[in-house]
């Protein structure tokens, strides 16, 4: 399988060494001119996908000018039942009604988006006679959004699209707001969707996705119910970390990755006791934000490949299931690549100076293991009703999963298979 257009891996199957831009040379090198000998720089080239981003307290009150620059006239609006009852629904639609827009609200969505609700919600898209696509909400209306845009754009089945740049037609303007601090959906080239038939996750990754708005109101995470603040909070933990140790990571990646990881560590647990403690809510808008640009550039690994055939099987909350695997993880991919797990351990706030490598990795996984036993995560799968006899089709679904292509350690089906049943 083929990693999407602007991702770049380094050394083939091996993990990149650190970069500095004087690493080889001392200095990048300029212009080459007629018959002089090329320097070649020792950076990769990297690309670096982001939406326009509005981030900020009150900035929902931007939204219908958001849709007016993309050029909406009949914006459709994402979301879902607790948006709706948490009042940012009619919020969100007041301020595009002052903007001069007819927007057309779509809500029958359940957690973790499945086939049929996205392929229902384009018909309602295309009955409406509606432009601009909004997501307004978690992950799953995010996705959603996405989901309808891909079959807006492009026709047939959510399903046809599943892996590496399969949308291949343009998909009309998307704005996100997103109401949780974690998917990271709002900024990201993802949609996952869940195959009802196969009861599976599916990836769908391409850079058509990446929002042309993302307009993030801390607000709106004030009235989150404190199990999805938890599974939110180490969904973006999980990308930050995963992001890091990518193969695909590059020096923009690394430096918003290794940010969100302090800034979750710190503030997770404070919303948890206090959900009205705005600073500590902003400290996660922006966490989620960087989590988010971190991992759709450098894409993630093993944790999201597994965590995705888990939610699949199960329905179970996609945060909650990383927050129990992270830990498992982290050791497994140390044994190949502990060095690159000790810049994680510091920003995560333990002492590594003078620490071996591999004891930095082990205390790291042992830290976020300590947080979601803070914020009331499980410590295995089966508490979530994960049995013994589904670790064998998890474990065949997992390796077809996009995100294993840039996991740091080359994993086979029996590896996999350990891991879930040392996370059991």
């Known amino acids: ?47 670096f996908h982001v939406p326009e981003i509005v981030f900020g307290p009150g900035s929902l009150a931007e939204i219908g000018h958001c849709a007016l620059r993309l050029g909406g006239r009949r914006p459709f609006l994402v979301t879902d039942p607790g948006l709706i009852e948490a009042g940012w629904a009619d919020e969100a639609i007041g301020h595009l009604r002052r903007a001069g827009l007819r927007p057309v609200l779509w809500h029958d969505l359940t957690p973790n988006p499945k086939d049929h609700e996205i392929e229902q919600g384009f018909q309602r898209y295309a009955e409406s006679g509606a432009d601009v696509i909004i997501g307004l909400g978690g992950g799953s209306c995010v996705d959603a959004a996405k989901g309808v845009a ?5 026709g047939g089945r959510i399903l046809d699209y599943e892996g590496v740049d399969r949308v291949v037609h343009p998909i009309p303007p998307t704005v996100m707001v997103p109401s949780t601090s974690g998917t990271g959906a709002d900024v ?18 391409s850079r058509t996705l990446v929002p042309e708005t993302s307009l993030i109101d801390p607000r709106l995470l004030t009235t989150m119910p404190g199990w999805l603040n938890a599974a939110t909070g180490l969904d973006a933990l999980t990308h930050a970390v995963e992001a890091f140790v990518s193969r695909a990571h590059n020096p923009l990646t690394d430096n918003h990755a290794l940010h969100a990881v302090r800034l979750i560590v710190g503030n997770l ?13 902003l400290a996660m808008a922006q966490a ?53 797990f000790v810049p994680l351990a510091e920003a995560a706030g333990i002492p590594v100076e003078g620490m071996p490598p591999r004891e930095a990795a082990q205390r790291l996984a042992d830290r976020i293991r300590a947080l979601a036993d803070d914020v009331g995560v499980p410590r295995g799968l089966a508490s979530l009703g994960v049995a013994e006899s589904d670790v064998p089709r998890l474990a065949r679904t997992t390796l077809k999963d996009a995100c294993m292509a840039t996991n740091p350690r080359e994993l086979d089906v029996d590896d996999v298979r350990t891991l879930f049943h040392e996370a059991l």
């Open 288 to 340: 989620s934000l960087e989590a988010g640009m971190a991992f759709t550039n450098a894409i993630l690994g093993a944790t999201h490949a597994m965590s995705h055939q888990v939610g699949g099987l199960l329905d179970a909350p996609h945060g909650v299931v990383n927050g129990v695997l992270l830990p498992h993880v982290i050791r497994w991919n140390a044994q190949a690549w502990p060095e690159r």
């Open 269 to 281: 647990p404070r919303t948890q006791v206090r959900p009205r403690d705005f600073d500590a809510r």
């Open 150 to 154: 891909i079959l807006s754009g492009n």
């Open 1 to 47: 399988m083929s990693l999407m257009a602007g991702m770049t891996v380094a050394h083939g199957d091996e993990p990149s060494a650190d970069w500095s831009p004087d690493a080889r040379h001392g200095e990048l090198a300029g212009p080459r001119r007629a018959g002089a000998e090329a320097v070649q720089p020792s950076a990769r080239l990297a690309k």
């Open 188 to 205: 990201s080239q993802f949609a996952v969707v869940t195959d009802t038939a196969e009861q599976i996750k599916i990836t769908i990754v």
